[in-house]
């Protein structure tokens, strides 16, 4: 499902002032990639979080059965 990862929890010292919102989606039941938003921490999180999760759930759908 979907992660976040807010500051320093992403471990990529890069990405320390911003959250990582990811969800995978897959090709046949198996994962084969992720999508996600890159934004700052205080982001709207209850906007964001839903679309990331669609958005992998209609590419999964329309990979399986495209």
């Known amino acids: 499902g979907v992660q976040i990862f807010i500051g320093g ?3 990529i010292s890069t990405l320390d002032e ?3 919102v990811t969800a ?3 090709v046949d039941g198996l994962v084969v990639g ?3 938003v890159i934004g700052p921490t205080r982001m709207a ?3 964001v979080i839903p679309i ?3 958005t ?3 590419l999964s759908s329309a990979l ?3």
Do not use: M
């Open 64 to 66: 399986t059965h495209g």
């Open 56 to 58: 992998a759930k209609l």
């Open 52 to 54: 990331v999760d669609i």
């Open 45 to 47: 999180y209850e906007r």
């Open 18 to 20: 911003c959250s990582v």
């Open 9 to 11: 929890e992403s471990g």
């Open 34 to 36: 992720t999508v996600g």
């Open 24 to 26: 995978p989606y897959e």
